[in-house]
């Protein structure tokens, strides 16, 4: 079966772009989770979606947003780019039923700002 | 979520069992522990969860200590591949789709060595 998956691997943006990263989830799991990990550091929670809507956000700006669509795929927009924002990006996703709720981790998106 | 405490690096020979510990002293009752890794430059690995009874699956084995102030993630026999960051998470057990985030620290850096 097909873990999660992230598009694209790697990408490479200048100051004040904006980026718009996507993310495949597992078959059958509903919701979709973005951290952002910056070098040295443990994943940092972006936001969490279930059923199209936000059910969590982190400590981040609103130059972050996200969204899921019908098929629970979903997207992590970041506008006005800050040398701040590089950073490997990832995406998990959860079979919601239960209060376990194991998360599993795609491969990330690194990005770098320059 | 409760902290967690880890100690920033460990060493184990190739063969022998890793056993990593983690403290949460101030772990609430309907928290669970979760333990996930990160090898260099991929997404965190999933590898076990416990409330409060001992787990194994077939990539490790979980002990939580009756008082449930600490835990200890035991890989039965370390290869080389094992070499990662081992991270130690509790978290609450939200209602479904309820905000389920995974709060991470600097986890463990496992070396496993000829």
């Known amino acids: 079966d097909a873990g999660v998956t992230q598009s694209p691997t790697h990408l490479i943006k200048t100051r004040g772009q904006h980026v718009t990263l996507r993310c495949s989830p597992i078959?059958?799991?509903?919701?979709v989770s973005w951290y952002q990990q910056v070098l040295g550091q443990g994943p940092q929670f972006i936001f969490q979606?279930?059923?199209?809507?936000?059910?969590g956000r982190g400590n981040f700006p609103d130059r972050f947003s996200a969204r899921q669509f019908p098929n629970y795929s979903s997207e992590l927009n970041v506008n006005a780019l800050l040398l701040g924002d590089s950073a490997l990006y990832l995406c998990?996703?959860?079979?919601?039923?239960?209060?376990?709720?194991?998360?599993?981790f795609g491969p990330g998106t690194r990005l770098l700002v320059l | 979520d409760a902290k967690t405490t880890q100690p920033p690096s460990m060493d184990c020979a190739e063969g022998r069992a890793a056993n990593l510990p983690c403290n949460h002293s101030?772990?609430?009752?309907?928290?669970?522990v979760y333990w996930y890794r990160q090898i260099h430059s991929q997404g965190p690995q999933y590898i076990i969860h416990?409330?409060?009874n001992n787990e194994t699956n077939e990539m490790a084995s979980l002990i939580i200590t009756e008082d449930r102030k600490s835990s200890t993630l035991i890989l039965p026999h370390a290869t080389l591949r094992d070499t990662a960051v081992y991270y130690c998470?509790?978290?609450?057990?939200?209602?479904?789709?309820?905000?389920?985030?995974?709060?991470f620290g600097t986890g463990t850096q496992l070396k496993v060595e000829l």
């Open positions: 416990g409330l409060k």
């Open positions: 979606y279930y059923e199209k809507e936000e059910r």
């Open positions: 078959s059958g799991h509903k919701s």
């Open positions: 998470i509790v978290r609450v057990a939200h209602a479904p789709g309820g905000g389920n985030k995974l709060t």
């Open positions: 998990a996703s959860s079979f919601v039923g239960t209060l376990q709720e194991t998360q599993y």
């Open positions: 101030t772990i609430s009752g309907n928290e669970y």
